[in-house]
């Protein structure tokens, strides 16, 4: 067997047969497990990356049937079944599967409006989640020695576009930056001062936790000092702001962050694998598969998570992990001749989202809370989700130092990152800003 992927689907696909009479390919283009729906806390200082991107070799080492190749999957030969691939370096290689389960995940998607990815940062990967760190605590560093106000504000707005539960937390945290983290650590700008917006297109925030989840997320934010901004559709960012459209008209927003959390795509892979099989997708680029996610004509391919499109399943990690544990059934059964062809059912666990310190929502079938309960809901669920014994007790005590106190030790970065950055208009290649060079 081979699998193509080492998120949430491939890699409980992977555990669930370590016992099996299988062996399993496991292709990854990065060594590591990246726990996503904590990435917004990696990008604000909270956590390290270790404690949410284990690596696999280290998740797997006792899965004496499972190879880990690191590898970037760029096709599919359906008729000899295999996998292409090319290894760090360039050399190109092939995978032989009886049993394939592709589970890519996902992309940032800009709706069709691939120019707003120039000058926004996307929050995906690893890499993503540290450049946003760096230009988070950086925008405070330049805001204290800016030399006019109208500079200063600029740096000190932080525009988040997406009202879902990434961009609600992305934009609480750096509120909680502004209130309390950095409060007292700088002695020219008032950090409490920093605008903090929060955009979104559709009439509520967190629309898919109800109306009554979605107004007490609202009310948490904006006592913490979010500025949201519903029906509001971005039309362009560029290195100085953003423009909006809104039912108020045109405005433009005077900023150097934005950050972009509006919407997911289906990895490159999907599209691929649709064209070697023939399959279907639909408008986000998703294989539409098989009740029991097989493709349609190639029973021995599996495709699970963002990748493939089934009526009714929501876009959540919980469908990938309910599936990886399905197709992996499925394929035991094949092998002890058993097989009964069942369809994935999916059993909602509920959605929760963080806001802050001491404030999450939980909806959870027709229990719908939040406040303090809601939080110590979504921080048992969350500590129960990481990946090993050392990672939730680091994680327990950085919440405990983040959300009891105001310390964030997360906060390292290097002015070659900044200066490197085209993002960054006004910074020369060797990190120094343009109007110290103009004052001489």
């Given at each position: 067997?081979?699998?193509?992927?080492?998120?949430?689907?491939?890699?409980?696909?992977?555990?669930?047969?370590?016992?099996?009479?299988?062996?399993?390919?496991?292709?990854?283009?990065?060594?590591?497990?990246?726990?996503?729906?904590?990435?917004?806390?990696?990008?604000?200082?909270?956590?390290?990356?270790?404690?949410?991107?284990?690596?696999?070799?280290?998740?797997?080492?006792?899965?004496?049937?499972v190879d880990v190749?690191?590898?970037?999957?760029?096709?599919?030969?359906?008729?000899?079944?295999?996998?292409?691939?090319?290894?760090?370096?360039?050399?190109?290689?092939a995978f032989a599967y009886d049993s394939l389960i592709v589970a890519p995940g996902s992309t940032t998607s800009y709706f069709g409006n691939e120019e707003l990815a120039q000058h926004s940062l996307p929050m995906k990967t690893i890499d993503d989640a540290l450049n946003l760190r760096?230009?988070?605590f950086a925008a405070f560093e330049l805001a204290e020695t800016a030399p006019s106000e109208a500079e200063r504000r600029r740096w000190l707005t932080f525009a988040v576009v997406g009202g879902g539960p990434t961009g609600c937390e992305v934009a609480g945290q750096i509120a909680e930056l502004a209130q309390r983290t950095l409060k007292e650590d700088f002695r020219s700008i008032d950090v409490a001062s920093a605008v903090v917006l929060l955009f979104d297109a559709g009439k509520e925030i967190l629309g898919t936790f109800g109306g009554g989840l979605s107004r007490k997320a609202t009310d948490g934010l904006?006592?913490?000092?979010?500025?949201?901004?519903?029906?509001?559709?971005?039309?362009?960012?560029?290195?100085?702001?953003?423009?909006?459209?809104?039912?108020?008209?045109?405005?433009?927003i005077a900023t150097h962050t934005v950050v972009w959390a509006a919407g997911v795509q289906a990895s490159p892979l999907a599209g691929i694998l649709a064209e070697a099989a023939g399959a279907e997708r639909d408008r986000a680029g998703r294989v539409v598969v098989r009740?029991?996610?097989?493709?349609?004509?190639?029973?021995?391919?599996?495709?699970?998570?963002?990748?493939?499109?089934?009526?009714?399943?929501?876009?959540?990690?919980?469908?990938?992990?309910q599936q990886g544990i399905h197709v992996a059934r499925t394929i035991r059964q094949r092998l002890e001749g058993r097989e009964r062809g069942n369809p994935f059912r999916y059993r909602d666990l509920g959605s929760m989202?963080?806001?802050?310190?001491?404030?999450?929502?939980?909806?959870?079938?027709?229990?719908?809370?939040g406040g303090l309960v809601g939080f110590l809901s979504w921080l048992f669920v969350h500590l129960a989700l990481l990946t090993g014994h050392r990672n939730r007790?680091?994680?327990?005590?950085?919440?405990?130092?983040?959300?009891?106190?105001?310390?964030?030790?997360?906060?390292?970065?290097?002015?070659?990152?900044?200066?490197?950055?085209?993002?960054?208009?006004?910074?020369?290649?060797?990190?120094?800003?343009?109007?110290?060079?103009?004052?001489?």
């Open positions: 067997m081979v699998v193509v992927g080492g998120g949430f689907g491939g890699l409980f696909a992977t555990r669930f047969l370590r016992r099996g009479d299988v062996r399993i390919t496991l292709v990854d283009r990065t060594t590591h497990h990246l726990f996503q729906p904590l990435l917004y806390q990696v990008a604000t200082g909270i956590l390290s990356v270790g404690q949410i991107a284990p690596p696999l070799r280290g998740i797997l080492r006792k899965h004496k049937n190749q690191l590898a970037e999957v760029t096709g599919f030969d359906l008729e000899e079944r295999a996998v292409v691939a090319v290894r760090p370096g360039g050399t190109e290689c760096r230009r988070i904006e006592r913490m000092g979010v500025e949201i901004r519903t029906e509001t559709r971005v039309t362009g960012i560029d290195g100085d702001g953003m423009d909006v459209e809104s039912p108020n008209g045109r405005e433009r009740p029991d996610c097989t493709l349609p004509d190639h029973p021995e391919i599996f495709v699970i998570g963002d990748a493939m499109t089934l009526s009714g399943l929501p876009g959540v990690g919980g469908v990938a992990v989202a963080t806001i802050g310190r001491g404030r999450a929502i939980v909806s959870f079938h027709r229990l719908r809370f007790f680091g994680a327990l005590i950085a919440w405990g130092w983040a959300f009891l106190g105001r310390s964030r030790n997360q906060r390292a970065f290097t002015v070659e990152s900044i200066g490197g950055s085209d993002i960054y208009r006004g910074f020369a290649p060797a990190g120094v800003p343009a109007f110290e060079r103009e004052a001489g």
